[in-house]
């Protein structure tokens, strides 16, 4: 009991000259506390069962030991639909971020005067970048088609809400003293933004682009779940039959996939910069 006392009020400290000095009470124990509570309180909300993890734990470790043994016989089929999944990335990305440039520069309070059409700018890029890209794929393919012209358009929507939002923040930032200045002398709106901002702005905003497209290569893979094409339809498909040493041999070719693209981004961005 008196540990715990001690741990809750620090022992004054007396110094050399006799006088003592209280320390402050440590909010450690009560963080702990609130940790535990919370660790109980979601655990409870959430169902989550400890035997249960405890009982069947050892299953994943059965499942990665099978993903760890990929089959490489099944490369031919898995090649198409990977080469399927980077085109539907890198076509989305680009399309995405080409109409993510004009909107960008309409939401931009610094470019853009009128505050009512910027509030509706902002709150319908906000709509746009709450729907997650599996809910987009899943009703582009009720409107389109099954296959990667849907994976195409979800693509498209979610990079254009991204490119949107880190554009106009970054145009938002910069320095606007020579946009006036060439507005001063006559020069177009346009005209003063393309000579002046645009110089400011664009190895950002290509550096943003390439960003996107390391998301979105990771994220056309789930795509097929819901009919959008690309690896994603055979991932689930061998998931489903727990074809287990196939999937390892689908993840290890995605994971090489997605390495080489992020290479590539990391040495163009550097290169920007």
């Given at each position: 009991m008196k540990r715990m006392r001690d741990l809750f009020q620090p022992k004054k400290i007396t110094l050399d000259n006799g006088k003592e000095i209280q320390p402050p009470r440590s909010v450690a124990p009560f963080?702990?506390?609130?940790l535990a509570l919370a660790l109980w309180g979601a655990a409870t909300i959430t169902g989550f069962d400890f035997n249960a993890l405890m009982r069947r734990g050892n299953q994943f470790f059965i499942i990665l030991k099978d993903m760890l043994s990929p089959d490489w016989s099944i490369i031919d089929q898995i090649i198409p639909p990977l080469v399927e999944t980077i085109k539907m990335s890198i076509l989305g990305s680009i399309i995405g971020s080409l109409l993510a440039f004009p909107v960008a520069i309409l939401s931009s309070s610094n470019i853009n005067k009128s505050k009512c059409s910027l509030w509706i700018m902002r709150f319908i890029l906000s709509i746009v970048r709450t729907i997650p890209t599996l809910i987009i794929a899943l009703f582009a393919t009720y409107v389109f088609v099954l296959g990667t012209f849907a994976g195409t358009v979800a693509i498209s929507i979610f990079t254009f809400g991204i490119v949107v939002k880190m554009l106009y923040e970054k145009i938002e930032t910069i320095d606007m003293g020579p946009f006036e200045a060439m507005e001063a002398v006559g020069a177009t709106k346009l005209e003063a933004f393309q000579s002046a901002i645009t110089p400011q702005i664009l190895p950002n905003y290509f550096s943003m682009c390439l960003y996107t497209l390391e998301i979105n290569v990771r994220a056309?893979?789930?795509?097929g779940y819901?009919?959008?094409?690309?690896?994603?339809?055979?991932?689930?498909?061998?998931?489903?039959?727990?074809?287990?040493?196939?999937?390892?041999m689908i993840l290890l070719l995605l994971f090489v996939t997605i390495i080489v693209i992020?290479?590539?981004s990391r040495y163009i961005r550097e290169r920007l910069g």
């Amino acid at each position: 009991m008196k540990r715990m006392r001690d741990l809750f009020q620090p022992k004054k400290i007396t110094l050399d000259n006799g006088k003592e000095i209280q320390p402050p009470r440590s909010v450690a124990p009560f963080i702990l506390i609130g940790l535990a509570l919370a660790l109980w309180g979601a655990a409870t909300i959430t169902g989550f069962d400890f035997n249960a993890l405890m009982r069947r734990g050892n299953q994943f470790f059965i499942i990665l030991k099978d993903m760890l043994s990929p089959d490489w016989s099944i490369i031919d089929q898995i090649i198409p639909p990977l080469v399927e999944t980077i085109k539907m990335s890198i076509l989305g990305s680009i399309i995405g971020s080409l109409l993510a440039f004009p909107v960008a520069i309409l939401s931009s309070s610094n470019i853009n005067k009128s505050k009512c059409s910027l509030w509706i700018m902002r709150f319908i890029l906000s709509i746009v970048r709450t729907i997650p890209t599996l809910i987009i794929a899943l009703f582009a393919t009720y409107v389109f088609v099954l296959g990667t012209f849907a994976g195409t358009v979800a693509i498209s929507i979610f990079t254009f809400g991204i490119v949107v939002k880190m554009l106009y923040e970054k145009i938002e930032t910069i320095d606007m003293g020579p946009f006036e200045a060439m507005e001063a002398v006559g020069a177009t709106k346009l005209e003063a933004f393309q000579s002046a901002i645009t110089p400011q702005i664009l190895p950002n905003y290509f550096s943003m682009c390439l960003y996107t497209l390391e998301i979105n290569v990771r994220a056309a893979t789930i795509l097929g779940y819901v009919g959008a094409g690309g690896i994603g339809l055979l991932l689930k498909e061998k998931l489903g039959w727990r074809q287990y040493d196939q999937v390892g041999m689908i993840l290890l070719l995605l994971f090489v996939t997605i390495i080489v693209i992020e290479n590539i981004s990391r040495y163009i961005r550097e290169r920007l910069g």
